[in-house]
Each structure stands twice: as structure tokens, then as C-alpha cells.
């Protein structure tokens, strides 16, 4: 069970962010981007590396998580969703994703797990969302689903607060491991799912 499944009940505890959201006149797509603009704060931070920097990483992480899905709901509150939004809205994510995960990479000098990790987000999400361009419904399940990896991020950078080393690895290592493994299973994962709806 991923925390993708967790939408509906999210989406009941964002109406209060919702209605502050069109109090402030605040569009959708302004708040896809200020999501973005989190995220590359706290690709910052994880490049920084320091334990101070990576605690005001995890806050922004599940911030940007937040806002991702204020973004939606408040479209949809609206009544202005669109094609065009939800073109935004993925490829704002798409390029968080990568500075988050760049930033952590960055951070403990692994470029080689950052690259792993970063192709295994990518294809997942492309996995996701190319379902839906074939035909089928929009897949957001498997193992390691966006919501996640976000929350997994945020653990991490609080654990990286006060852990610099867990068997002689940064946390941060194992999390870009994680990402790299996962990710490509649950990729594939989602490509065996659609595959056998479409054959």
C-alpha cells in the first residue's frame, strides 16, 4: 500500500487550505509553482548538508508535498482544471523530483546513486501517466508512489538532523538506494500492470 491511496482522506483535510487559498485569490497554477520553488529550496538545503539544512529540507519537502496537493483541489474547487494545468503541474513535479534528488547526491558527493535514484523517480512517473496516454486510468500505485517518496525524503532529512552515519553510510545513501531499487521495480511494476489491461 503506497500513501497514494491516502487522496481522499488528504483531500478532506485540505478544505480549510482550499478556502484560505481562494481567500488570497491564489490560482492553481500559482500554487504549482510556488510548490516547485519549495522543492528547489530544499534541493538547496540537502546540497548544503549541514544538519540545520537538512532539517529546513524536510520541512520544505512536505511543504512542497502539501501544496502539490492543495494545487488539484483547489482546480478542482474552482472549477478551472484543465489540460493545460495538469500539463504544468507534471512537469513542475518532474523537475522538483530531480532537484531534490540531485540536491541530495550532491550533498554526500554519490552521483552515482543520485543518477540511479533519479532515473527510477522519472520512470515511475512516466509510467504513471503514460498508462493514461494510452487509454487506461492514470496509475499511481506500486511500490513507491510520488507521496512516498516525498514522505521518505522528509523522514530522511529529519533522521539527518541528528544521524550522520548508519553503518558507515550517510541516511541519505540508503535513501537514494532505496529510490534506485524501488523505483525501478515499481516502474516496471506499473509497465506489468498496464501491459496486461492493454494485451
Known amino acids: 500500500m503506497t500513501l497514494d491511496q491516502l487522496r481522499p482522506v488528504a483531500n478532506r483535510l485540505l478544505a480549510p487550505w482550499v478556502r484560505g487559498a481562494k ?3 491564489a490560482t492553481p497554477n ?8 519549495l522543492a528547489v529550496g530544499a534541493g538547496v538545503a540537502f546540497y548544503v548538508a549541514t544538519p540545520l539544512a537538512y532539517g529546513a529540507g524536510a520541512v520544505l ?13 483547489l482546480a478542482r474547487e474552482l472549477g478551472t482544471d484543465s489540460e493545460a494545468g495538469d ?11 530531480v532537484v531534490v534528488v540531485a540536491g541530495l547526491a550532491a550533498g554526500i558527493a554519490r552521483f552515482d546513486l ?5 532515473t527510477g ?6 509510467l504513471g501517466t503514460q498508462a493514461e496516454a494510452v487509454g487506461l486510468d492514470r496509475v499511481y500505485g506500486g511500490l513507491l508512489g510520488r507521496a512516498d517518496r516525498l514522505a521518505l525524503v ?6 539527518s538532523v541528528s544521524v550522520s552515519s548508519v553503518g558507515g553510510y550517510s541516511p541519505v545513501a540508503y535513501l537514494l538506494g532505496l529510490f534506485a531499487v524501488v523505483g525501478h521495480l ?14
Request: net charge negative; glycine share 10%; proline share 0%.
Open 121 to 126: 523517480v522519472l520512470l515511475t512517473s512516466y
Open 154 to 159: 522528509g523522514v530522511t532529512g529529519a533522521v
Open 23 to 25: 481567500a488570497v485569490g
Open 114 to 118: 543520485g543518477l540511479a535514484a533519479v
Open 30 to 37: 500559482s500554487v504549482s509553482v510556488v510548490a516547485f520553488l
Open 87 to 97: 500539463l504544468l503541474d507534471h512537469v513542475l513535479d518532474r523537475y522538483a523530483d
Open 61 to 73: 519537502v512536505f511543504l512542497n508535498g502539501w501544496l502539490d496537493l492543495l494545487d488539484g483541489a
Open 186 to 199: 515499481t516502474a516496471v511494476q506499473r509497465f506489468v500492470s498496464a501491459w496486461r489491461q492493454l494485451a
